[in-house]
């Protein structure tokens, strides 16, 4: 049976490049936000895109970072992480720079966003224990197929990983 998944990324200017990944099929994900919906939610303020987020979080067992160019240290990937962190939840972080996007560019690689993040009494570094992928390919038919192969995977290893802290 498939893992239900909370895929988490910087929507403006990932959007296309986790539509891809969200897309691959290997897990059960979260029904994506519409431009319209989400627009909503975001006029409802913090207090609504927490909850937003908490409801999506809900029954899931992984969060995938999708991560792009500018989604280390944002306020609501942060607390996307921290909460998945906390509820017991695998995490794992998936570089989607060499995906293409809408227009056909890729970015430039971002930052580890488990870098800013201690746990435990000897505060380790979430980065030194949650597991990041960065595919081996520049050409962006082969990062999706790196992805898509191994997928479920990092997802499973994630959870095995959280579930032994």
């Not at 627009?39 to 913090?46: A, L, M, N, Q, R």
């Not at 991560?67 to 695998?90: L, M, V």
């Not at 809408?102 to 870098?115: A, H, L």
């Not at 979430?126 to 081996?136: E, Q």
């Amino acid at each position: 049976m498939a893992r239900r998944v909370f895929y988490s990324f910087h929507y403006v200017p990932d959007n296309w490049r986790a539509s891809q990944v969200r897309n691959i099929g290997a897990v059960e994900g979260n029904k994506p936000a519409s431009d319209n919906d989400w627009e909503t939610v975001k006029k409802g303020g913090d207090s609504a895109i927490q909850k937003w987020i908490d409801d999506q979080l809900s029954g899931r067992s992984c969060t995938v970072v999708l991560i792009g160019k500018e989604t280390a240290n944002r306020k609501w990937i942060d607390y996307e992480i921290e909460k998945s962190w906390n509820a017991i939840k695998g995490v794992l972080g998936v570089h989607i720079h060499n995906l293409k996007d809408v227009t056909g560019r890729k970015t430039t690689k971002g930052d580890n966003p488990f870098s800013g993040f201690t746990v435990g009494a000897d505060k380790k570094r979430l980065s030194s224990i949650v597991k990041t992928y960065d595919p081996p390919y520049s050409d962006s038919k082969d990062v999706y197929d790196h992805i898509s192969t191994n997928l479920s995977a990092w997802i499973e290893e994630a959870v095995k990983i959280r579930d032994n802290f």
